[in-house]
């Protein structure tokens, strides 16, 4: 957070409300004069790393509290929506997005919410509002990394350690124990179209024996997130979203504390560090799948102890995603409409069980190293045939020299020119292109053929 400005008046005046403070106790519990503590609050002024300390450190809170309820999920997510193709013409930079920010903090969340009501795209207002995205979008406000969730798996875990130093058998004994639960492997055909099931008449947990043992020691992971059933009713609630939504929403944050379980915060980080973030070995040393590392490798965001910000992205053979998280990343490829066939995320399909490496650069000239794998969910047929996923991971060339990934690589030169799907980019001469940009006009020319069909007009 040092290295950008924050404006959180709204959220400062909300947690001084909250304890019943003046500005004056509070500016003198700061050490700060109150007519400096009220331009905060009016966002004429932004938050000081110094003073987002002493805030923390005052008043016993999460820093990332404050940037989590910035009108709009702050200025990256402000900029994420405004990166749709419809606002191309505008070029807002991130100095204007600041300083709407503190000027006009509720226009920008009005503009945040009515965008998001009408969905990427230009969905008209009157269409149902897509409960999956809403849930995303408050997953990325709080950057996918949830401290008091993480705290109660990391206590939880240090205390099944204690008593067992094999963490499937420990958590079956705490099931059975406190919540007189028993665990039983069935036949698929017992469960046809189901990998499992709670059966509270019987007080059992039911998994499918299609089920590896990363996804059986997971699957009792996330009904020991019951312990910490206060914190994700507190988030749920919190978040403003429908009943679908709700649900969507605590399965994440359920899934979350089940990962922060298998793979405890500071164990992890630890050996993400010195393993070199290598994905293999993490899968070994703490029994979790590929999907299952790349996706806790998106919520290293705790205060004082913060991981490298990778992105996570899942799509199938036809580039639709299923998954997406940013995390801190900032990364566009996260949030593209559509997904460029020419990054190396598809040819983890024809590599299977093999990891696709590549470096790749954007049209705003950042580079990216990115690695993918191809997964096959647990169960999951359809007519016969598995299902397949390619799943990627992400994070800045600029931060990447420490990867086990990296090794042997030149991040300085050689990346692969992509784009966020051909409706968003408008890099010429494109052989693989598939349509012309969303904000340019298209031209024919009946004398000349390009190397791509879809001519479009330059700037």
Not at 15 to 32: F, I, K, S
Not at 358 to 383: C, H, I, K, N, Y
Request: net charge neutral; glycine share 10%.
């Amino acid at each position: 957070m040092a290295d950008r400005k924050i404006f959180a008046g709204h959220a400062v005046k909300r947690l001084r409300r909250t304890l019943g403070l003046t500005q004056a106790a509070m500016a003198e519990a700061l050490e700060v004069s109150p007519s400096y503590l009220n331009l905060i609050e009016r966002n004429q002024r932004p938050l000081t790393a110094t003073l987002l300390l002493r805030l923390a450190e005052t008043y016993d809170f999460d820093p990332r509290a404050l940037t989590a309820s910035e009108p709009g999920g702050g200025a990256d997510a402000i900029r994420r929506r405004l990166a749709d193709p419809m606002f191309a013409d505008l070029e807002v930079d991130r100095t204007q997005v600041e300083e709407w920010l503190a000027g006009a903090p509720g226009g920008a969340e009005a503009f945040a919410r009515s965008y998001d009501r009408m969905g990427s795209g230009g969905a008209s207002p009157d269409e149902t509002p897509d409960p999956a995205g809403a849930v995303r979008r408050e997953i990325e406000r709080w950057r996918n990394h949830f401290a008091d969730l993480d705290a109660a798996a990391e206590a939880l875990a240090d205390e099944l350690r204690q008593g067992s130093g094999e963490l499937y058998g420990a958590m079956a004994e705490r099931l059975r124990v406190k919540h007189q639960l028993s665990v039983r492997i069935l036949p698929a055909d017992v469960m046809p179209g189901l990998v499992k099931r709670i059966d509270l008449h019987a007080r059992q947990i039911q998994l499918s024996e299609l089920l590896g043992p990363e996804s059986r020691t997971m699957a009792l992971a996330e009904r020991l997130a019951q312990e910490a059933g206060a914190e994700i009713e507190g988030l749920v609630r919190g978040a403003g979203l429908d009943r679908t939504g709700e649900r969507l929403y605590r399965r994440h944050l359920t899934g979350y504390f089940a990962a922060a379980l298998v793979m405890p915060y500071a164990r992890f980080l630890r050996a993400c560090e010195a393993t070199g973030y290598d994905v293999e070995l993490l899968m070994r040393r703490f029994g979790a799948s590929w999907e299952q590392v790349a996706h806790r490798l998106t919520t290293l965001q705790r205060v004082g102890a913060r991981g490298l910000p990778f992105f996570m992205i899942r799509v199938d053979r036809a580039g639709q995603v299923s998954k997406r998280y940013g995390g801190a990343s900032g990364s566009p490829l996260v949030e593209g409409q559509g997904v460029c066939p020419l990054w190396g995320l598809f040819d983890a399909f024809e590599r299977a069980g093999d990891v696709a490496t590549q470096l790749v650069s954007l049209e705003d000239e950042s580079r990216w190293l990115t690695t993918a794998r191809m997964v096959t969910p647990p169960g999951a047929r359809a007519g016969g045939v598995r299902a397949r996923f390619a799943v990627g991971l992400g994070l800045a060339a600029k931060d990447a020299g420490t990867l086990a990934a990296a090794r042997g690589l030149d991040l300085a030169s050689g990346a692969v020119p992509i784009g966020l799907g051909c409706r968003a980019c408008t890099r010429p001469d494109c052989a693989q292109r598939s349509a012309a940009p969303a904000t340019r006009a298209r031209t024919v020319n009946e004398r000349e053929a390009g190397l791509s069909p879809f001519g479009f007009a330059g700037d």
